[in-house]
């Protein structure tokens, strides 16, 4: 039985390099439209309709299901990579034993990704649209 995938809404922060050059590379694979992509400083992002608070968000990735349930951390990245046609990718972030790794690792990121965007992000953001308009 093949089970049908929701889609997957990811709130981003797009003051950070990496994290669009992550959207970037994501909105780049989502031939099926199953992702959908919301700054978190724009006007699309409403915390009460989400559940979710500016401050948290900016803490953590988040993600709305079409059903309105919100996964939040490393359990984002699998679902998003499934949903981008990327199964070795989704399989690797959804290992149980992978887990506590990844957290840690996330959790760095997440509270230094602008420091960490400042020396990697314009080289990211370079590679992911340079893929893109070689592709097209």
Same mark, same amino acid.
């Given at each position: 039985?093949?089970?049908? #995938?929701?889609?997957?809404?990811?709130?981003?922060?797009? !003051?950070?390099?990496?994290? !669009?050059?992550?959207?970037?590379?994501?909105? /780049?694979?989502?031939?099926?439209? #199953?992702?959908?992509?919301?700054?978190?400083?724009?006007?699309?992002?409403?915390?009460?309709?989400?559940?979710?608070?500016?401050?948290?968000?900016?803490?953590?990735?988040?993600? !709305?299901?079409?059903? /309105?349930?919100?996964?939040?951390?490393?359990?984002? @990245?699998?679902?998003?990579?499934?949903?981008?046609?990327?199964?070795?990718?989704?399989?690797?972030?959804?290992?149980?034993?992978? !887990?506590?790794?990844?957290?840690?690792?996330?959790?760095? @990121?997440?509270?230094?990704?602008?420091?960490?965007?400042?020396?990697? /992000?314009?080289?990211?953001?370079?590679?992911?649209?340079?893929?893109?308009?070689?592709?097209?």
């Amino acid at each position: 039985m093949v089970t049908q #995938l929701q889609k997957l809404t990811l709130f981003y922060d797009g !003051q950070c390099p990496l994290c !669009q050059a992550e959207i970037l590379f994501l909105s /780049g694979r989502n031939q099926a439209n #199953l992702l959908d992509f919301i700054d978190i400083h724009t006007d699309r992002y409403d915390p009460q309709a989400v559940g979710v608070s500016c401050e948290e968000a900016l803490a953590a990735m988040y993600g !709305q299901y079409a059903d /309105g349930s919100v996964i939040h951390g490393v359990a984002v @990245f699998p679902e998003a990579y499934q949903r981008a046609n990327l199964p070795w990718l989704a399989w690797a972030f959804s290992r149980p034993a992978l !887990q506590p790794i990844l957290k840690v690792g996330y959790k760095f @990121f997440a509270g230094n990704r602008h420091a960490i965007s400042r020396i990697f /992000g314009p080289s990211a953001l370079w590679l992911v649209t340079s893929t893109k308009k070689a592709s097209s």
